[in-house]
């Protein structure tokens, strides 16, 4: 996804690294690959970084998700910036017709 020529980095929690937790690899995944693409994330709120504005990732797949949330959770992001994560998953079963509102939470945990 290259709409205006920026070039999209993986997360660093898919690919079997979601697995991954020997030696030091959770500092990789959270200070190397991860701390990419927080920083293409942060790039992409720049001007709403204010903690009174709520903002939301949402992670394509699972183990996306799972990164967001340490990624999050190690920089403090939550509490300095309100920036809360979700799965597609979570977008899709919310808007299905059939679904009582409110069936997956959008709250921090």
């Known amino acids: 996804m290259s709409p205006n020529r920026t070039e999209n980095f993986c997360c660093g929690g898919g690919s079997g690294f979601a697995l991954m937790s020997g030696k030091n690899f959770i500092d990789w995944r959270l200070e190397v690959a991860g701390a990419k693409k927080m920083e293409q994330v942060l790039a992409a709120f720049e001007g709403s970084?204010?903690?009174?504005?709520?903002k939301y990732i949402c992670a394509p797949c699972s183990n996306c998700k799972g990164q967001f949330r340490?990624?999050?959770?190690?920089?403090?992001?939550w509490k300095s910036n309100r920036?809360?994560?979700?799965?597609l998953a979570e977008l899709v079963v919310n808007a299905m017709r059939d679904v009582k509102p409110g069936f997956l939470e959008w709250e921090w945990r």
């Open 49 to 54: 970084m204010d903690p009174a504005i709520p």
């Open 70 to 77: 340490e990624l999050l959770a190690h920089r403090g992001l």
């Open 83 to 87: 920036i809360f994560y979700g799965g």
